[in-house]
């Protein structure tokens, strides 16, 4: 299966969604995808909406928390919208949750 993201400027908010599955494969795609996202908006807030994947393994969550810290770096936040319980689950057993505020697509009005 492939990955797709989709990046959208709404609101002073880069809204990323992915759709599809985060693999060792598609890795490159989605950090290359994550870096011209901030470059194209460097002082905008992110907002990476999960809700479509199907697949998001450790490397995958390890790709999403450096580009979430690299931006808190430089004071720019970073919120991941999920609602599937077992992605949810992924981001919890690895404590990504603890390092990036994670909230479901009831909370976010980015989705």
């Keep these: 299966m492939q990955l797709r993201v989709e ?18 494969s598609t890795l490159p795609h989605l950090s290359d995808m994550l870096n011209k996202a901030s470059q194209e ?14 697949l998001l393994d450790d490397a995958g969550i390890g790709i999403l928390m450096g580009f979430a810290g690299k931006l808190r770096s430089t004071n720019i936040s970073c ?33």
Excluded at 12 to 19: D, P
Excluded at 41 to 54: E, G, K, Q, Y
Excluded at 95 to 108: I, Q, R, T
């Design 79 to 111: 919120v991941v919208v999920c609602s599937q319980a077992a992605i949810r689950s992924r981001l919890v057993t690895t404590g990504f949750d603890l390092a990036v505020s994670v909230v479901d697509e009831a909370n976010s009005k980015y989705c």
């Design 7 to 24: 990046v959208i400027f709404h609101e002073g908010v880069a809204v990323v969604r992915l759709s599809g599955e985060v693999t060792l």
């Design 41 to 54: 908006h460097p002082s905008a807030p992110f907002v990476i909406n999960v809700n479509d994947l199907t």
